[in-house]
């Protein structure tokens, strides 16, 4: 998708795998940002295979991968991040400064996994490593970081070091075929440098690597980002962020409100969006929506923080079932939360923890992620539909191919993007732009949203067109779950909008 709406901004945009399908190691490969600085471990996911070779002995450049079928566990221990930065301090001990340390991944294991299986994942990691080591022979270090997932340092002395480390990050050669298919791998990479005279010691070496391979993940191809020379304070800042996420996760310190959808025609709430808050306990201060989920992201906890919201959400939607208001929710889902590939899994997991009925939730999905992904996203939004929920493309109009994604994923709603609102009234090409949408989105089946409604303007155009719903500031802010049941059975009176 676009990256400028990015993973983060679909669990909150109002501030303004099956199981056993992808090992993933310290390096946090499989989502979309690493884990910098869990406090408490690694970020990962059950996954098919498990490298026990953290811990070898010997500081050779070459360290043997050893693999287990015992699945890897959802967040493997800090010693095997502590591991990891022993070897990497054996490997940088003997080499000339200053040394460039880049964190590597490939970017589609999770999805080669889950059609081609575990051994197909083993003999292409095996034969990346094989790439690795010949873009990086002695005396550049390669070291096994789990499946998918490497750091090579290079010394000074490398030829052309820049080139090198570049090419750690491209797109490659088909270098497998599976199943009659040749595997052509996306990888990215993370380069940190230590320069000579450094006091900085290699765990927080590894760190900046991890950082920057990070912010690698969310960039277009080459994905290629330098960590900022000297940049050790905004690494240990992130590792006192990523505590005190992990710790809100654990005592269930986030706490979602609730943006009331309403239908034009007789302005009855017809359903509620759910978005993430945050307050700091020693402070009382509410984080920003956009801050909270950046700091997701970079500690690799954006996964987590996304599967909490789906299944509090479906929780307090079952809660006000059992008062007597069916009131469907809508959540967001990040683009790393479909390249886990398990979506539908923790949509099942989510309703029957809560009993909440599949008719009752919504999963809004970015137009981007169907852009750019296609039929792997339909095929999960496929499996949430027959679980009885229903599909909304959310930013609908940032893409080039909205209406070919429509059709694509057959959704039963399109929420008009608010930049796209903003501009309403606007100009006979927008009001034509509106009229297209709804026309394409009514013959398919699917109802149309327009989102940010902010102006009694606004209102009225939609009111005019017979848009079908709304919702935005003007129709009400976010509100506490608790008056959601209220709210909507208030209906037009307890809506503030004058056409």
């Keep these: 998708m676009p990256r400028s709406r990015g993973d983060r901004r679909q669990l909150d945009r109002r501030d303004p795998q099956p199981a056993n399908h992808g090992a993933r190691g310290p390096l946090g490969a499989g989502g979309m940002a690493s884990d910098l600085g869990r406090m408490d471990g690694v970020a990962g996911g059950e996954g098919l295979a498990r490298c026990t070779a953290l ?12 693999h287990s079928t015992e699945p890897a566990p959802a967040h493997p221990d800090r010693p095997a991040l ?20 880049a964190a590597v991944a490939v970017e589609d294991l999770d999805a080669i996994a889950v059609v081609h299986g575990a051994e197909a994942v083993r003999t292409l990691d095996a034969a990346w490593n094989e790439r690795l080591r010949a873009l990086a022979p002695p005396p550049a270090a390669v070291l096994a970081a789990g499946p998918g997932e490497a750091v090579v340092a290079l010394p000074a002395s490398t030829p052309d070091l820049r080139t090198s480390v570049a090419s750690l990050g491209g797109t490659g050669q088909p270098i497998l075929s599976l199943a009659g298919t040749s595997v052509r791998l996306r990888t990215a990479v993370g380069p940190a440098t230590l320069d000579p005279g450094s006091a900085m010691t290699a765990d927080v070496l590894l760190s900046c690597a991890r950082t920057a391979l990070a912010r690698a993940r969310r960039r277009p191809a080459p994905r290629v980002h330098a960590h900022a020379d000297g940049d050790a304070h905004a690494v240990l800042d992130g590792l006192q962020v990523a505590a005190m996420l992990q710790q809100a996760l654990e005592r269930g ?17 017809i359903g509620a969006e759910a ?12 984080v920003p929506a956009r801050r909270l989920l950046d700091a997701a ?27 007597g208001a069916e009131i469907p929710v809508s959540v967001n889902i990040a683009p790393s939360q479909f390249r886990r590939g398990d979506l539908v899994d923790q949509v099942h997991l989510a309703l029957g923890e809560a009993g ?8 809004e999905v970015p137009e981007g992620v169907l852009a750019s992904d296609g039929d792997g996203v339909a095929a999960q939004l496929e499996a949430v539909r027959a679980a009885g929920a229903a599909i909304s493309i959310d930013d609908f109009g940032t893409g080039i191919d909205g209406i070919a994604c429509l059709h694509r994923c057959g959704a039963d709603e399109v929420k008009l993007d608010r930049s796209m609102v903003a501009r309403l009234p ?7 732009t509106l009229d297209l949408v709804q026309r394409h989105a009514r013959k398919l089946g699917a109802r149309c949203v327009a989102e940010g409604i902010e102006r009694a303007d606004q209102w009225a155009l939609l009111s005019e067109r017979a848009w ?15 008056d959601v049941p209220a709210f909507a059975q208030g209906g037009a009176a307890g809506i503030p909008v004058r056409a």
């Design 468 to 482: 079908d719903a709304a919702q935005g500031w003007l129709v009400s802010r976010p509100i506490d779950g608790a």
């Design 297 to 323: 992201a970079d500690a690799g906890l954006l996964d987590e923080v996304g599967a909490w919201a789906l299944r509090e959400a479906c929780r307090r939607a079952a809660a006000w079932c059992a008062g």
């Design 275 to 286: 978005l993430i808050r945050w307050t700091l306990p020693s402070t009382g201060e509410a």
């Design 253 to 269: 310190a986030f706490r979602l409100v609730f943006l009331p959808k309403v239908r034009v025609v007789d302005r009855a709430v």
């Design 426 to 432: 606007g100009s006979a090409e927008d009001r034509a």
């Design 55 to 66: 811990d070898s002995p010997g500081p050779g450049p070459d360290v043997t991968r050893v």
């Design 82 to 101: 502590d591991g990891l930065a022993s070897r990497l301090a054996r490997a940088i001990d003997p080499m000339l400064r200053p040394v460039t340390v």
């Design 356 to 363: 909440l009925p599949g008719r009752l939730l919504s999963i």
